[in-house]
């Protein structure tokens, strides 16, 4: 008996969705009433950009990329519409000029749906506005780049791109970011030679990546090769002659670069220590720079090597300082001459052991004019000084180009 009834309940099942199913299809395919549907997400396709191209102009944004559109006809022509087979076109040919641009939306149906018998509901949803930006092309750098990691004793040479540079189109304020076009190689544990095909990276200046989604370039690739050789680091120095004056405890001094990477060859006998040549003190008075060229041995192959190395000589016991000096003195003034001063004060260089010259005074200086020879003249004339120091030791005046102005008229 149960199961009877259970049968009877499946059978009145059937015959309820058959029923609704035939009453559907009556009323879609005979009474055919009106409706609305909702297409999501339709995708916004530009048309014209070739025309707005040939203007030196280019689309840069749109308020929205899609939109939802809502339709309105009878329920027969509705069921024929999907997302996938209606389509919406932004005309953008009439533009001439950049700024921001009103523009509506054209609505292009199914061929097999007639235009007619359907309305767009949501027509203000398909007035957009369009950014239109000058487009103009900028030649940029191409430079290749190593980030991976080379086995110890090998190091990677300078880079080398097929591609010098490339040329970049598009909007100009994106242009401006542009500082070059990176193509960057890595690897792990590398110890030979790379060649290989690398895609472009636009990058500023500080390194950062220019978004590239607006920009056209003319290659978007580069062959590159990074050489990688075995090499050893041999350590540079240099010889000091002393002077009377400086002794090689008085001075320090440190080289950069303090080594150079050469390539080592197979049964190649290499120096232990590469000798740039001998720095002499004398003329030597304060913290010096000194550029020594850099010679490798004859045969050898340098490895990213630089022309010179820059010696930082550094005095270490002894300094140098201006001086004033108050005491000058005028002597073999011929007769039947008046002498007046125009020099107010005279500075000198002094030079000796730092204390002392840190304690020096200016009465410790003296200073001389021989007026033997002088004769009266119009105007100012400068006459040579002689300068020296009294009860002060270890401490000297350097230089003997001092002079002093004075105005000789006749008694």
């Known amino acids: ?114 235009s007619d018998s359907l309305t767009v509901a949501n027509w203000d949803d398909l007035r957009l ?53 990176q193509a960057q190689v890595g690897g792990e544990s590398v110890s030979d030679t790379i060649e290989t095909e690398v895609d472009l990276r636009l990058l500023g200046s500080d390194g950062t990546p220019v978004d590239s ?15 990688v ?10 010889d000091i002659q002393e002077s009377d004056e400086l002794k090689e405890a008085d001075v320090s001094w440190s080289l950069s670069p303090s080594y150079v990477n050469v390539v080592k060859e197979e049964g190649q006998e290499l120096p232990e220590v590469l000798n740039l040549g001998t720095i002499d003190l004398n003329g030597v008075y304060d913290n010096t720079e000194f550029h020594m060229p850099i010679q490798l041995p ?10 010179y190395t820059t010696v930082d000589l550094t005095v270490d016991r002894y300094s140098s300082r201006m001086v004033l000096v108050q005491d000058i003195r005028l002597e073999h003034v011929p007769e ?15 030079w000796g052991r730092t204390r002392q010259l840190t304690d020096l005074k200016g009465e410790q200086l003296a200073a001389s004019v021989d007026l033997s020879s002088a004769e009266a003249a119009p105007g100012i004339q400068r006459f040579p000084v002689t300068v020296w120091v009294e009860g002060a030791d270890g401490v000297e005046v350097l230089g003997s180009h001092y002079t002093v102005a004075l105005r000789l008229t006749p008694k």
């Open 1 to 114: 008996m149960e199961n009877k009834k259970k049968s009877r309940r499946v059978l009145n099942a059937i015959l309820a969705v058959g029923l609704a199913v035939a009453l559907w299809l009556y009323v879609v395919n005979v009474e055919n009433p009106s409706g609305a549907t909702k297409l999501r997400d339709l995708e916004v396709e530009l048309q014209g950009t070739r025309e707005l191209a040939e203007q030196g102009l280019m689309v840069t944004s749109i308020s929205q990329d899609q939109i939802d559109l809502k339709v309105n006809g009878r329920k027969k022509t509705l069921m024929k519409l999907s997302s996938k087979n209606v389509s919406l076109y932004l005309d953008v040919s009439s533009i001439e000029e950049k700024g921001e641009w009103p523009l509506s939306c054209r609505t292009v149906f199914p061929s097999n749906v007639s």
């Open 213 to 227: 989604k607006l920009l056209t370039l003319s290659e978007t690739s580069t062959h590159v090769t990074v050489p």
């Open 298 to 307: 004859e045969g050898s192959v340098g490895w990213n090597l630089p022309d």
């Open 229 to 238: 050789e075995e090499v050893v680091s041999i350590p540079l120095r240099v």
């Open 129 to 181: 506005s369009v950014t239109v930006e000058e487009v103009e092309t900028k030649q940029v750098p191409v430079r290749g780049s190593f980030s991976g990691v080379t086995v110890t004793g090998f190091m990677t040479g300078k880079i080398e791109t097929q591609l010098k540079s490339v040329e970049v189109t598009g909007p100009v304020q994106i242009l401006d970011q542009i500082d070059h076009a």
């Open 336 to 350: 039947g001459l008046e002498v007046e001063r125009v020099t107010g004060t005279l500075f000198v260089w002094g």
